[in-house]
């Protein structure tokens, strides 16, 4: 099974295989609605929880911190309208991959799926089920080895589940997406009915004898309101298996990015309603603290008890998701082969959903919330950047090519998202270069990995 339709292999090793013996393939599953559930699911996970304060000490002002999501939102919805043009073209399972191999040739899409499967999904998942250790430690007595063997545990519970076949896991994100959406309404209505602190945008500043503007700090703040905008484009990783790919990606990708950013600008306003500045910045659980403030201990409980809902929801999710595209890659060999078996009973890719748990397991257990997704950012952006440019590039090479959805605003808004993209990098350099520069040398490993699959398969041809 290829990634999508037949084409020339540009003269790589790396081509479409023979699927005359029919091996097994992925079902289709996923309608609509549980599309724009995965988008949500995955993209709302703890993020609107734990990075507000870090946020608030970059941002002294409520005006700067709207800015600030507004923008991410705006980026995030500048790269769905993109990649549903690119998902209208071509529908298959591996998403991001299979753009962009076509625009830029396989050698791209390899360290993608690499950098993929060593970081930047593995490497969310394991930010989430730190977060989860954090917030259950509220709730239960744990210690931090408690807090992370439960993380670690999590994560392996997940990819068992999702081993078992795409059905269940469906269910459990549509239902986990509905509570998570239902609890953060009513939080955000409770903040806005409740609080007695006026909206007053500028007071921060004021308060903080901070009037400047820095772009750097809005550059570090930026990146971690994409981190909760982080997993907006998985979506596309499965779109072998929706029902009406070309219709149904590109519009659970502007749907449910709008909802996601709705709920954030939302939730932002109702946490400046009730704290102030100095007490969201001091602080790792905002909406525990403010529905503390106004309820008490015990409804502040019930607010982990939803994060943690959230929290899971985004992780099955994740965990779901990854593997499509380390499948797809081994199955038009630009990946191991062994990535490419399909559970004859489960139909799903279970060695690679394997790998993906145990190693993101691993994450979990050697690294800090904020350490890990500052990890993940810097190397993401890179990719979704020239994801976005593919818009760009097969404009001009494949003319040709029948695109049921094409985004709206070309070229502005893939080159917009393109020069921000630009711009977070090379502020992730400025801000530490040595974080940057480890996450660049982790796609440059994988450099020889690309080579020697490259000959071993040259050499069976």
């Not at 559930?37 to 507000?52: D, Q, Y």
């Not at 459990?172 to 939080?187: C, D």
């Not at 409804?299 to 990854?322: K, R, Y």
């Amino acid at each position: 099974m290829s990634l999508d339709e037949p084409q020339s292999n540009r003269g790589s090793a790396f081509a479409t295989k023979d699927t005359s013996a029919s091996p097994p393939t992925l079902r289709k599953e996923l309608n609509l609605f549980d599309a724009v559930a995965v988008v949500v699911g995955t993209t709302i996970g703890s993020g609107i929880f734990l990075i507000p304060s870090s946020i608030a000490a970059q941002l002294h002002s409520l005006a700067a911190v709207l800015l600030a999501w507004m923008i991410g939102g705006i980026l995030t919805l500048f790269g769905a309208l993109s990649l549903g043009e690119l998902g209208s073209i071509y529908p298959g399972t591996g998403g991001l991959c299979t753009y962009l191999r076509h625009a830029y040739g396989p050698l791209t899409a390899f360290l993608y799926a690499w950098e993929l499967l060593f970081m930047i999904h593995s490497g969310t998942i394991a930010a989430l089920a730190v977060a989860f250790g954090l917030y259950v430690a509220q709730i239960l007595p744990l210690n931090p080895i408690e807090q992370k063997v439960s993380s670690a545990m999590l994560i392996l519970a997940f990819t068992t589940l999702s081993c078992f076949g795409i059905r269940g896991g469906k269910r459990v994100q549509n239902f986990v997406a509905g509570a998570k959406i239902s609890g953060l309404a009513g939080i955000i209505a409770l903040l806005c009915v409740k609080g007695s602190r006026p909206i007053r945008l500028f007071d921060g500043a004021a308060n903080n004898g901070s009037h400047t503007f820095s772009l750097t700090g809005f550059g570090v703040a930026l990146v971690a309101v994409l981190f909760a905008y982080e997993g907006w484009h998985v979506i596309s990783f499965v779109a072998g298996e929706m029902n009406k790919p070309q219709l149904d990606l590109p519009r659970s990708l502007f749907y449910g990015s709008a909802i996601v950013m709705l709920i954030y600008v939302l939730a932002n306003l109702g946490y400046y309603h009730v704290l102030s500045p100095p007490e969201i910045q001091g602080s790792n659980a905002v909406a525990a603290l403010a529905v503390k403030k106004i309820l008490g201990p015990i409804a502040a409980n019930f607010i982990s008890l939803l994060i943690v809902v959230s929290i899971l929801g985004c992780m099955n999710g994740l965990i779901l998701t990854g593997p499509r595209v380390y499948y797809a890659m081994a199955r038009d060999d630009a990946f191991p082969h062994a990535f490419g078996r399909i559970s004859e009973r489960y139909r799903t890719p279970m060695l690679a959903l394997i790998v993906q748990g145990v190693w993101a397991a691993v994450l979990s257990v050697s690294g800090s919330y904020r350490q890990i997704f500052t990890d993940v950012i810097i190397t993401a952006w890179i990719f979704y950047g020239l994801g976005v440019a593919a818009v760009l590039v097969l404009r001009r090479t494949q003319p040709q090519l029948d695109r049921p959805f094409r985004v709206p605003g070309y070229p502005w808004v893939p080159l917009l998202f393109c020069a921000t993209a630009i711009g977070l990098v090379l502020n992730t350099f400025i801000d530490g270069p040595l974080r940057a520069v480890a996450g660049i040398a982790l796609i440059v490993m994988g450099l020889p990995v690309y080579y020697f699959l490259d000959r071993s398969s040259t050499d069976r041809g």
